[in-house]
Nanobody
């Protein structure tokens, strides 16, 4: 079982920045592929970005050039740097760890509004 704890969400104005963090304490973090998903009210959960155990990253077209996923294996942490935020980025953001099974955090809420 992998426990994931997200933090860093909040209210930000359009054009602002936030950095989300996801910690996986006590796990062999480096072997997991890590991802960020988001779910807006009334919408399905969608993949935002992922980073493999080897450090290869993929970002959804909607966030390319604005969001960056990274990981620090020494800290058992994956990050999502979000710049130039837009109102349509408003959602609950979830951390995911995948090896043979999928593990999910409880989410952190990001609200982009003036």
């Amino acid at each position: 079982q992998v426990q994931l704890v997200e933090s860093g969400g909040g209210l930000v104005q359009p054009g602002g920045s936030l950095r989300l963090s996801c910690v996986a304490p006590g796990s062999i973090f480096s072997i997991y592929d890590m991802s960020w998903y988001r779910q807006a009210p009334g919408n399905q959960r969608e993949l935002v970005a992922c980073i493999t155990s080897g450090g290869i990253t993929t970002h959804a077209d909607s966030v390319k050039g604005r969001f960056t996923i990274s990981r620090d294996n020494a800290k058992n942490t994956v990050y999502l740097q979000m710049n130039n935020l837009k109102p349509e980025d408003t959602a609950a953001y979830y951390c995911n760890a995948k090896l043979f099974d999928n593990y999910w955090g409880k989410g952190t809420l990001v609200t982009v509004s003036s």
